[in-house]
């Protein structure tokens, strides 16, 4: 025998002494129990898919209230798994090598010394983890979205577990029920005592498990409300922001549009345009624009200054018409004389005026 089959055997047979107090057969119905005490023994949540399942079902209906053998057992094991064996898929899908295995059978058979300890010491200290978690997460709710995500993850990961428990209650009720139909046929053969100390134990085993369920829904209702309180907390923050975002879009938009009214204006959208991109303007034609523009507007400002300067001769001038001061330049000079006579005092400002007069 090599040492694959040497330790699926070993494994098949602790798991049997714990199920079946035996380890040359035990009845099919006991097969399930069976493999979920190896799963305890590899620390495997789900051994076998969905298909597999199935088919280990399948034959465990078909055949009744039969006994199957170790060497049977493990044929069946090698037959439902989709690669070439057991042995095979412990490896492959769980990684777990011949020693690892080993490893794992002696831990186990050290530290139990009686039916189901450690699925009762790994559901305390889950649930202790758990309390944990729920207090922490409590206590401060409204630390925002990360915390809100955690503690979502965690009621579905408490939902889940709650649905498994149901459903391995509902799996020891069946097993309660079979044991009861089995404890009948058996009588005659003196195995009625031990049918029922099994009974008891797997009646008090069905206990822990509701009891279990139920503190589990107490922990899902306080953990919904948390959720509840940290949505309602979200909620408000989503909407102060909101409002702090309508008044910020409105204060931009006002100070957005009276900027925008002036950068139309045509002289100061050209000279914007100028400034803004006078270091990245490489277009000849868009640079000579700019220049047209810029020489059109110092002219028409000249022409500005020119009408200025006339329009207050003829305002501060007594004579009633532009033709009147046009022909008579000396009188309208004299009367205004003592309003524009400043710049006459200096030389270089009066020549400069009169150029820019015949000009």
Same mark, same amino acid.
């Given at each position: 025998?090599?040492?694959?089959?040497?330790?699926?055997d070993?494994?098949v %047979?602790?798991?049997?002494?714990?199920?079946?107090?035996?380890?040359?057969?035990?009845?099919?119905?006991?097969?399930?129990? %069976?493999?979920?005490?190896?799963?305890?023994?590899?620390?495997?949540?789900v051994?076998?898919?969905?298909?597999?399942s199935?088919?280990? $079902?399948?034959?465990?209906?078909?055949?009744?209230?039969?006994?199957?053998?170790?060497?049977?057992?493990?044929?069946?094991?090698?037959?439902?798994?989709?690669?070439?064996?057991?042995?095979?898929?412990?490896?492959t899908?769980?990684?777990?090598?011949?020693?690892?295995?080993?490893?794992?059978?002696?831990?186990? *058979?050290e530290?139990?010394r009686?039916?189901?300890? *450690?699925?009762?010491i790994?559901?305390?200290?889950s649930?202790?983890?758990?309390?944990?978690?729920?207090?922490?997460?409590?206590?401060?709710?409204?630390?925002?979205?990360?915390?809100? %995500?955690?503690l979502?993850?965690?009621?579905?990961?408490?939902?889940?577990?709650?649905?498994?428990?149901?459903?391995?209650?509902?799996?020891?009720?069946?097993?309660?029920?079979?044991?009861?139909?089995?404890?009948?046929?058996v009588?005659?053969?003196? %195995?009625?005592?031990?049918?029922?100390e099994?009974?008891?134990?797997?009646?008090? *085993?069905?206990?822990?498990?509701?009891?279990?369920?139920?503190?589990?829904?107490?922990?899902?209702?306080?953990?919904?409300?948390? *959720?509840?309180?940290?949505?309602?907390?979200?909620?408000?923050?989503?909407?102060?922001v909101?409002?702090?975002?309508?008044?910020?879009?409105?204060?931009?938009?006002e100070?957005?549009?009276?900027?925008?009214?002036?950068?139309k204006?045509?002289?100061?959208?050209?000279?914007?345009?100028f400034?803004?991109?006078?270091?990245?303007?490489? $277009?000849?034609?868009?640079?000579?624009?700019?220049?047209?523009?810029?020489?059109?507007?110092?002219?028409?400002?000249?022409?500005?200054?020119?009408?200025?300067?006339?329009?207050?001769?003829?305002?501060?001038?007594?004579?009633?018409?532009?033709?009147?001061?046009?022909? $008579?330049?000396?009188?309208s000079?004299?009367?205004?004389?003592?309003?524009?006579?400043?710049?006459?005092?200096?030389?270089?400002?009066?020549?400069?005026?009169?150029?820019?007069?015949?000009?």
């Open positions: 025998m090599s040492d694959g089959i040497k330790i699926i070993k494994l %047979s602790t798991c049997w002494k714990i199920v079946g107090n035996s380890t040359d057969s035990i009845f099919l119905y006991q097969v399930r129990q %069976s493999i979920q005490e190896m799963q305890q023994i590899l620390q495997i949540d051994l076998f898919d969905d298909t597999e199935r088919s280990i $079902d399948k034959y465990i209906k078909s055949g009744g209230s039969k006994k199957i053998s170790r060497q049977e057992f493990i044929v069946l094991l090698d037959k439902t798994v989709k690669e070439d064996s057991f042995k095979q898929l412990l490896l899908r769980f990684n777990l090598t011949t020693r690892d295995i080993e490893r794992l059978i002696e831990r186990y *058979v530290n139990v009686s039916p189901h300890p *450690v699925r009762n790994r559901s305390r200290e649930l202790k983890e758990k309390e944990e978690y729920i207090k922490e997460m409590t206590k401060d709710f409204t630390s925002g979205n990360l915390q809100f %995500s955690r979502h993850q965690k009621y579905k990961e408490q939902k889940n577990e709650i649905t498994q428990l149901t459903k391995e209650n509902s799996d020891l009720t069946n097993e309660v029920s079979v044991l009861r139909r089995v404890s009948r046929d009588a005659e053969n003196g %195995s009625l005592t031990s049918l029922k099994k009974l008891k134990e797997r009646e008090l *085993v069905l206990n822990k498990y509701k009891q279990l369920v139920r503190q589990l829904e107490q922990r899902e209702a306080a953990t919904t409300k948390a *959720v509840e309180r940290l949505q309602q907390a979200l909620n408000a923050q989503n909407e102060v909101e409002k702090l975002s309508k008044k910020l879009i409105a204060k931009e938009s100070t957005s549009t009276i900027k925008g009214f002036l950068l204006l045509p002289l100061i959208k050209q000279w914007y345009l400034l803004k991109y006078k270091q990245s303007n490489k $277009d000849p034609k868009m640079f000579w624009l700019h220049i047209v523009t810029i020489l059109a507007s110092a002219w028409l400002c000249c022409w500005v200054v020119y009408l200025l300067y006339y329009s207050s001769v003829l305002f501060f001038s007594s004579t009633p018409n532009v033709t009147t001061y046009i022909y $008579d330049k000396n009188r000079s004299n009367r205004l004389g003592s309003v524009f006579g400043f710049w006459r005092k200096v030389p270089w400002v009066e020549e400069l005026v009169y150029k820019f007069i015949e000009w």
